[in-house]
């Protein structure tokens, strides 16, 4: 008690002395200025208007200089006494008048534009550098809106389930007060309050992103993986031209406008206007474009505002506002994305160890703050409609909380289809329990799927799912198979528990009797093998039966580590085809012939194994219950070791394998990407191993490509598959992203990008071949689909037969 007294006092005088001032910012024929910025002139502090041009503050009493400033407008000066306990000031800012002077611009000479940008562009990495370490406040505001979405998308009712049935609606509302901290290329983001309407246990929009156009390259996430070339880049008179608007005065700063302009369409340029400092050649303000023609994805607008402020012998950036707007799969959407920064150091003091690999952290309790407390701190006013949105959505999430809304709510999505019964399956949840029961499409079940070791086979499977706190999650999946030519009934049951709190743990323990691919990564799906088999007669999968059981163990334990352990069983019996031949064409037997001459015999095999991944320089986001790990600039080392263990439980193997990999994705930026992985392995010792623990590779026989960057795509699935003591394996992938395919007439228009690629490998002491593949490959297809052009190369093998050719196909959807 005698503490909060003693708090309370020593905020009685602030309170006191602390009184409103507010208002509205207009133009002078009456329309409102969104966001902006009003500043009390001689200091840093100040705040932002709202999306309707209103804005408020507390100062102490006394005399102030107010200064309110929009890109694009002539700021205003107000002088102003607070006294009373609320003061109202409005502001009326004209559009920019610009003064040409005696700038004369002679038919066939140079605009003095290009003067004044190459001055820019010789200063660019000084600025670029010159605030090596900072700390500031950032408050960060996000809001989507929809203007119209489709009744129904994927043959579902679209749904809000918010009682409205407007086509207009709010869909994503956030706000965050966070510490944001950088010393050199450290950083450190530390949210203090975060707030998501309808979602009291959200976290919001929480990263600042400075866009520094400084830089050569603009880097906007998922926009365009190439980046975008900054108007004043080293190379930026190569793609831009630029038009000399006229100057203006902001105290005793003469401001050059710059009209900014792209040379050529489907290049990742910007549009629009830059001001400049003259003298001193930095960015004032600026108000720049990128639209969908300009290689954006996802998007088809984005606009680009800044305001830069004076401290001290340099500016700093005041605001930043992000316009996105698009249309996407008939949804019509269009927001904001505000950070308004304040209390900026540039001389700060950070204590050891202050930065480390956590480069977001939560605070606890950053989102269970008080509506009185985001009243008192939020450096602008909500405007009406986001009021109403936090007071319906927050009055609605506690609605849904209550067991007859969750009732209602069940019944409702409950509903029983025939759609969902046959084709996408059903699914039951108990919002209550947190529980969720899905069971597969009765299509699986009704035999479609085809091999001659089975004939037409059904399987069905039923998944229950379970929510705890945090990262707590139970899974359990039963599922049954039935082959009707062999008459063989199999069932299986699946678990799993996801738990941890600092780091992701997960335990998954599988037991029963099924039917295995003799590579049991399973290269072969069921459902293309059907197509394969029905229509051409080629049948891709070799399997076998076996009773097993399946035990695994992952836990990270920090600086990207992540170690697994685990066992596994298989009592194996061998599956030859009951049906051996369709339409005339007979079947080749059911294992794989490249590497054995019958089949094999029943046996026992019983293993462990030891898996491992480190990503050096890992970075993590912290929440107060967990944290996650968001990646480096480093790649990902792999190392796993399987000892098949001779006499436990009857077991018939003895070998020892392991495998080393080596994967990435480098960012080239304006170069596009490029990606590799990269294994070696083989077996340490080989006394007794059986085909279904050779080293296999995943290869590809059919029309549609096997997962990228781990598969072979016109490789036969077990020709090479060995027990030698080394090999070597590789596959590297080369994303254009537009560069080249953008500068050709009609066909950059579709937005299709190149693809260059090879996957190799070598085994040692092979007595058949090393294989090589290269491919050229068009991705982006619709924004889902790529293709694939494939040469294949036996490398040692019969000169007569050492080639093959082939087309891949690519559709998410369909894998």
């Known amino acids: 008690m005698t503490k909060r007294i003693a708090i309370i006092l020593l905020l009685c005088p602030v309170l006191v002395n602390a009184q409103m001032l507010s208002g509205s910012i207009k133009n002078d024929k009456g329309v409102v200025l969104p966001f902006s910025s009003i500043l009390i002139k001689g200091t840093t502090k100040g705040t932002t208007a709202n999306a309707k041009g209103q804005y408020s503050i507390n100062l102490a009493k006394g005399n102030y200089v107010l200064v309110c400033q929009h890109v694009g407008f002539a700021s205003v000066e107000k002088k102003i006494k607070i006294s009373e306990e609320h003061t109202i000031?409005?502001?009326e800012l004209a559009e920019q008048q610009y003064k040409l002077n005696d700038v004369v611009v002679k038919s066939g000479s140079e605009d003095p534009a290009y003067e004044i940008i190459r001055k820019t562009i010789a200063k660019r990495e000084e600025y670029l550098k010159e605030i090596k370490k900072f700390s500031t406040e950032v408050y960060i505001k996000g809001e989507l809106q929809l203007r119209n979405y489709p009744k129904r998308f994927l043959g579902e009712k679209v749904d809000f389930e918010d009682g409205d049935t407007s086509k207009k609606k709010m869909i994503f509302l956030s706000e965050t007060v966070a510490n944001y901290s950088v010393d050199n290329d450290k950083k450190k983001i530390e949210v203090v309050s975060t707030k998501v309407s309808g979602r009291s246990d959200g976290f919001g929009f929480s990263s600042p992103q400075i866009i520094s156009f400084y830089e050569n390259n603009i880097t906007l996430r998922a926009l365009n993986p190439r980046g975008f070339i900054s108007p004043i880049s080293n190379n930026a008179l190569n793609y831009y031209r630029y038009k000399f608007e006229g100057t203006f005065f902001e105290g005793d700063k003469q401001i050059s406008r710059i009209k900014v302009i792209p040379k050529r369409k489907y290049e990742p340029l910007f549009s629009g206007y830059m001001n400049i400092i003259e003298d001193e050649w930095r960015i004032y303000s600026l108000q720049l474009n990128v639209f969908k023609e300009q290689q954006m994805q996802l998007l088809d607008t984005l606009t680009i505002e800044q305001l830069y402020m004076p401290l001290k012998n340099t500016w700093v950036i005041k605001q930043q506002v992000m316009y996105p707007a698009g249309k996407f799969l008939g949804f019509d959407f269009f927001g904001h994305f505000i950070q308004v920064y304040d209390k900026f150091d540039i001389a700060p003091d950070f204590k050891p160890k202050f930065f480390n690999n956590t480069l977001l952290k939560f605070f606890d309790s950053s989102n269970k703050k008080s509506l009185q407390y985001w009243d008192s701190i939020r450096p602008l006013p909500l405007t009406q409609a986001e009021a109403i949105d936090y007071k319906k959505k927050d009055s609605l999430e506690q609605l849904r909380q209550q067991p007859h809304y969750l009732d209602s709510l069940d019944q409702k999505r409950n509903k029983l289809t025939f759609n969902k019964l046959f084709f996408?399956?059903?699914?039951?949840?108990?919002?209550?329990?947190?529980?969720?029961?899905?069971?597969?499409?009765?299509?699986?079940?009704?035999?479609?799927?085809?091999?001659?070791?089975?004939?037409?086979?059904?399987v069905f499977g039923v998944n229950y799912n379970k929510r705890f706190e945090g990262r707590q999650n139970l899974n359990i999946k039963p599922s049954v198979r039935y082959g009707y030519a062999r008459q063989n009934f199999n069932a299986k049951l699946n678990t799993s528990y996801s738990f941890g709190k600092k780091y992701l743990n997960s335990i998954a323990l599988s037991f029963g009797s099924d039917v295995f691919q003799f590579n049991n990564e399973n290269p072969v799906s069921e459902t293309n093998n059907t197509i394969s088999t029905y229509f051409w007669q080629h049948n891709h999968i070799r399997s076998y039966m076996a009773s097993f059981f399946k035990a695994n163990y992952s836990f990270g334990i920090g600086e990207g580590i992540t170690i697994g352990v685990g066992v596994n069983y298989q009592d194996r019996t061998p599956m030859d085809n009951v049906i051996n031949s369709l339409k005339d064409n007979v079947f080749a037997p059911n294992y794989p012939t490249e590497i054995m001459v019958s089949n094999i015999a029943a046996h026992k095999a019983f293993s462990a194994q030891f898996t491992a991944s480190w990503r050096p320089g890992a970075r993590y986001i912290e929440f107060p219950d967990r944290k996650v790990n968001i990646g480096s600039k480093y790649p990902i080392l792999g190392i796993s070791i399987v000892r098949g263990m001779p006499n436990i439980f009857g077991s018939d193997a003895d070998y020892t394998k392991w495998k080393l990999t080596v994967s990435d994705n480098l960012n080239m930026k304006l170069g596009g990407m490029l990606s590799y992985n990269v294994e070696s392995?083989?077996?340490?010792?080989?006394?007794?191993?059986?085909?279904?623990?050779?080293?296999?590779?995943?290869?590809?026989?059919?029309?549609?490509?096997?997962?990228?960057?781990?598969?072979?795509?016109?490789?036969?699935?077990?020709?090479?598959?060995?027990?030698?003591?080394?090999?070597?394996?590789a596959h590297i992938e080369y994303h254009l992203n537009g560069l080249f395919t953008n500068k050709i007439p009609g066909f950059r228009k579709l937005n299709w990008f190149l693809v260059l690629g090879a996957n190799g490998l070598a085994i040692a002491e092979n007595s058949r071949y090393n294989y090589t593949e290269v491919f050229i490959s068009l991705e982006?297809?619709?924004?889902?689909?790529?293709?694939?052009?494939?040469k294949g190369y036996k490398i040692g093998a019969d000169q007569h037969n050492n080639t093959i050719s082939g087309i891949r196909f690519s559709i998410p959807v369909m894998k």
């Not at 039951?428 to 091999?451: M, Q, R, V």
């Not at 590809?700 to 027990?723: G, W």
């Open 424 to 458: 996408t399956g059903y699914n039951y949840s108990k919002e209550k329990y947190k529980t969720n029961f899905t069971a597969d499409p009765l299509i699986n079940a009704l035999g479609l799927y085809y091999n001659p070791a089975e004939g037409r086979v059904s």
């Open 89 to 91: 000031v409005n502001f």
């Open 681 to 729: 392995g083989g077996f340490l010792q080989a006394n007794k191993v059986y085909a279904p623990d050779y080293n296999h590779y995943l290869g590809n026989q059919t029309a549609l490509a096997n997962t990228y960057l781990r598969s072979f795509q016109l490789l036969p699935y077990y020709e090479l598959s060995n027990t030698k003591s080394l090999y070597g394996a």
């Open 780 to 790: 982006n297809i619709f924004k889902v689909g790529r293709i694939d052009f494939i």
